[in-house]
C-alpha cells in the first residue's frame, strides 16, 4: 500500500524555523505531486505548498512565499517544507499528499479550488506544528 508519513512538526518561537519531512513509500516518487496542506482549529484545511507541481515545478501560497522552501531527496523518496520566520499565525497541523502528476491541473489554479483536498488519494498522518509569541 502506498503509505506517507509526516514528521517533524513541534513547538517553536516566533521568528524559528522549522523542516517537515514527508517520507513516502510504495510508489514511483517522480510520477507524483506533493502537497502540503495545513488546518488550524475551526478552519479549513489549505493547501500551503506543492513539488512536482506543473510538471516538475514548485509553488507556494502568499501567506509563506518568501520564507519558506520545499525539496525533494528522491533517494530518499522524502519531500521536505522548511518555514523560516514562523509566525503564530502559521500554527496548524500539517498534512502532505500525493496525487499522481498526470491528474492534476497546474497549480495556480489548484490551489484556487475549494475541493482541492478530494483531489489527493493518498495522505500522511498530520504534524503538528505550534508557534508561540
Known amino acids: 500500500d502506498v503509505q506517507l508519513q509526516a514528521s517533524g512538526g513541534g513547538l517553536v518561537q516566533a521568528g524559528g524555523s522549522l523542516r517537515l519531512a514527508c517520507a513516502a513509500s510504495?510508489?514511483?516518487?517522480?510520477?507524483?505531486?506533493i502537497v502540503w496542506f495545513r488546518q488550524a482549529p475551526g478552519k479549513e484545511r489549505e493547501g500551503v505548498s506543492c513539488?512536482?507541481?506543473?510538471?516538475?515545478?514548485?509553488y507556494f501560497v502568499d501567506s509563506v512565499k518568501g520564507r519558506a522552501a520545499i525539496a525533494s531527496d528522491n533517494a530518499k523518496n522524502t519531500v521536505y517544507l522548511q518555514i523560516d520566520s514562523l509566525k503564530p499565525e502559521d500554527t496548524a497541523e500539517y498534512f502532505c499528499?500525493?496525487?499522481?502528476?498526470?491528474?492534476?491541473?497546474?497549480?495556480?489554479?489548484?490551489?484556487?479550488?475549494?475541493?482541492?483536498?478530494?483531489?489527493?488519494?493518498?495522505w500522511g498522518q498530520g504534524t503538528q506544528v505550534t508557534v508561540s509569541s
Open positions: 499528499a500525493a496525487a499522481e502528476k498526470i491528474s492534476l491541473p497546474t497549480p495556480r489554479p489548484l490551489f484556487k479550488i475549494p475541493t482541492m483536498t478530494r483531489l489527493f488519494e493518498y
Open positions: 510504495e510508489f514511483t516518487f517522480d510520477d507524483y505531486t
Open positions: 513539488i512536482r507541481c506543473g510538471g516538475d515545478g514548485t
